[in-house]
């Protein structure tokens, strides 16, 4: 079985920072693209970054500049580095890993639990 949890969200003020991790545990082989979203109240759940196996990243309009998504391979870990905080980035924020199983040919996505992201003005 593979787990995926993220962590590090909170209340921040705006123009402050946050680092979101994101771990995948258990019997992970290998791990393609990595992709964090965010849901706003009410909302649809929406693709904030994404990073490719190749090192390719790529960003929502609205958090370009802001944002950085990164990856530890050894660690299994994904992280997102939020500066320049605004209000409207509050929502959950989940991870969504494409992963090879051990004994597994092929590849499946697996999301996270989500961690709450609160900016106040």
């Known amino acids: 079985q593979v787990r995926v949890v993220e962590s590090g969200g909170g209340l921040v003020q705006a123009g402050g920072s946050l680092r979101l991790s994101c771990v995948a545990s258990?019997?992970?082989?290998?791990?393609?693209?990595m992709r964090w979203y965010r849901q706003a109240p009410g909302k649809q759940r929406d693709l904030v970054a994404t990073?490719?196996?190749?090192?390719?990243?790529n960003y929502a309009e609205s958090v370009k500049g802001r944002f950085t998504i990164s990856r530890d391979n050894a660690k299994n870990t994904v992280y997102l580095q939020m500066n320049s905080l605004k209000p409207e980035d509050t929502a959950v924020y989940y991870c969504?890993?494409?992963?090879?199983?051990?004994?597994?040919?092929?590849?499946?996505?697996?999301w996270g639990q989500g961690t709450q992201v609160t900016v106040s003005s």
């Open positions: 990073l490719t196996s190749g090192g390719s990243t």
């Open positions: 258990g019997r992970v082989s290998s791990i393609d693209a």
């Open positions: 969504k890993l494409r992963i090879r199983e051990a004994s597994s040919w092929y590849y499946d996505d697996y």
